[in-house]
């Protein structure tokens, strides 16, 4: 499968983004979706992922209740609504995807990622 993201942006602190990962493929319901980012200097990690019919999610503690993670299988999309962002929240953010139904965080258990798009979340 491939995988597009796309939706970053310059936005202020307290506002909101959504990130959107368009995939290809037919069995895209087969495949559990993740979105990582990486900070300048940093090294990638975990944000969110939902599994291949959207029934789970897990977000990772520093975003729980701010972001939220979705998908329209009918349309091969993945979204990352991301509100009351902080400066913190600055990274380059990336989809990535594996078939299978378990909900993993590490980046190592997805074989597929696509190119990642910028967020920058000013004070």
């Known amino acids: 499968v491939q995988l597009q993201a796309s939706g970053g942006g310059l936005v202020q602190a307290a506002g909101s983004l959504r990130l959107s990962c368009a995939a290809s493929?037919?069995?895209?319901?087969?495949?559990?979706i993740g979105w990582f980012r990486q900070a300048p200097g940093k090294e990638r990690e975990f944000v969110a992922a939902i599994s291949g019919n959207g029934g789970r999610t897990y977000h990772e503690d520093s975003v729980k209740g701010r972001f939220t993670i979705s998908r329209e299988n009918a349309k091969n999309m993945v979204y990352l609504q991301m509100n009351s962002l902080k400066p913190e929240d600055t990274a380059v953010y990336y989809c990535?995807?594996?078939?299978?139904?378990?909900?993993?965080?590490?980046?190592?258990?997805?074989?597929?990622w696509g190119q990642g798009t910028l967020v920058t979340v000013s004070s």
């Open positions: 990535a995807s594996y078939r299978g139904p378990v909900l993993f965080t590490n980046r190592a258990n997805y074989n597929y």
């Open positions: 493929g037919r069995t895209f319901s087969s495949y559990v």
